[in-house]
């Protein structure tokens, strides 16, 4: 059973922010919450991670309600290369937690 | 090029025969994983190892397949008998930091299997 919601598909224009919400309403405290991409045809790529505080990298920027019941992954000015399917996935840290559990992600279109 | 590497990157098979696929990890990473995509699917978890031990296996994982890790470093994944449902990209990650909130699993390309 998923443990996080996604809307399928999303749009946006390039140059712009790209904000992807996830929710993840039975988010345990020990877990995570974790973003992945995957660009048509290759592997998975780590984009950023976060528990309860907003973090940012390089890549992006990860915002998590108070109550950890929602996030947000901004990509804050999106290009044509950041098309991609994005995977938000909570995953618990400690023994025996090891997979990531993938659900269908959002379809992310960058549009000139 | 330090990532993740699989080979073969595609390969296509008649149903009913056996199929082998290779893992190279990034080096001195101790945790392996495997993972099968389906078309319009996210990556579903198949098994894992640490170093040569393999510790997790997912019921996904039919008698028909078989993983390796004999030496801690490259893995292969066997499959036997291949049937048409065995179509997917295999997708190998490897970390180096466990359950830590901190590890951060890097993937391969995928072998991308079609099973005639």
């Known amino acids: 059973d998923a443990k996080t919601t996604q809307p399928p598909s999303m749009d946006c224009a390039e140059g712009r922010a790209a904000n992807l919400p996830c929710n993840h309403s039975t988010i345990s405290g020990n877990e995570y919450v974790y973003w992945y991409r995957q660009i048509h045809s290759q592997g998975p790529q780590y984009i950023i991670h976060?528990?309860?505080n907003n973090e940012t990298n390089e890549m992006a920027s990860l915002i998590i309600t108070e109550d950890r019941k929602s996030s947000t992954l901004i990509l804050p000015h999106a290009t044509l290369r950041d098309t991609a399917v994005y995977y938000c996935i909570v995953r618990p840290y400690g023994a025996g937690s090891y997979q990531l559990t993938f659900g269908k992600g959002t379809k992310l279109s960058v549009i000139p | 090029d330090t990532g993740v590497s699989q080979d073969p990157r595609h390969k296509i098979t008649k149903r009913g025969q056996n199929v082998t696929f290779r893992c190279d990890p990034i080096?001195?990473?101790?945790?392996l994983y495997w993972y099968r995509q389906t078309l319009g699917q996210g990556p579903e978890f198949l098994t894992y190892f640490q170093n040569e031990a393999q510790l997790e296996k997912s019921r996904l994982l039919s008698d028909r397949f078989s993983a390796e890790r004999p030496k801690g470093s490259f893995s292969t994944l066997e499959i036997q008998r291949t049937e048409q449902g065995d179509s997917a990209m295999y997708l190998c990650?490897?970390?180096?930091?466990?359950?830590?909130?901190?590890?951060?699993?890097?993937f391969g390309p995928g072998t991308r299997l079609t099973v005639l």
């Open positions: 990650a490897s970390s180096d930091k466990g359950g830590a909130p901190s590890d951060t699993q890097y």
């Open positions: 976060g528990l309860k």
């Open positions: 080096s001195e990473h101790n945790r």
